[in-house]
């Protein structure tokens, strides 16, 4: 059984940091990619960041670039969300996600549906 926990989130002040983990079992970790995504209420979930299997390839939304930092550590199957500088508009519920490897996922990464499991997500909430 695939099982993805979130965990790290809460509420910050605007300008504080957060850093989010997602521990993953069940599933071949070293070998899937990952990603980080966020829902805000009344929003689309949208891409936040990514990293390959390896962790040779990071991706990030632009709202994020800069401030953001998707790191992995596959010894003990958790990939993390560094978040600095936030804002009150990076308020959302952060999700992780896996991709088993999937083919053209460097290209595709963006997508929600691209990705084969869920976590069930952890409240950020940035004060202003």
């Known amino acids: 059984q695939v099982q993805l926990v979130e965990s790290g989130g809460g509420l910050v002040q605007a300008g504080g940091s957060l850093r989010l983990s997602c521990v993953a079992s069940?599933?071949?970790?070293?070998?899937?990619?990952m990603g980080w995504f966020r829902q805000a209420p009344g929003k689309e979930r949208e891409f936040v960041a990514a990293?390959?299997?390896?962790?040779?390839?990071?991706y990030y939304a632009d709202s994020v670039k800069g401030r953001f930092t998707i790191s992995r550590d596959n010894n003990q199957n958790t990939v993390f969300l560094r978040m600095n500088s936030l804002k009150p508009e990076d308020t959302a519920v952060y999700y992780c996600?896996?991709?088993?490897?999937?083919?053209?996922?460097?290209?595709?990464?963006?997508?929600?549906?691209?990705?084969?499991?869920w976590g069930q997500g952890t409240q950020v909430t940035v004060s202003s």
């Open positions: 069940g599933l071949p970790f070293s070998r899937d990619n």
């Open positions: 996600a896996a991709d088993a490897n999937s083919r053209g996922w460097n290209l595709r990464f963006r997508r929600s549906d691209v990705y084969d499991d």
């Open positions: 990293i390959s299997w390896n962790a040779d390839n990071t």
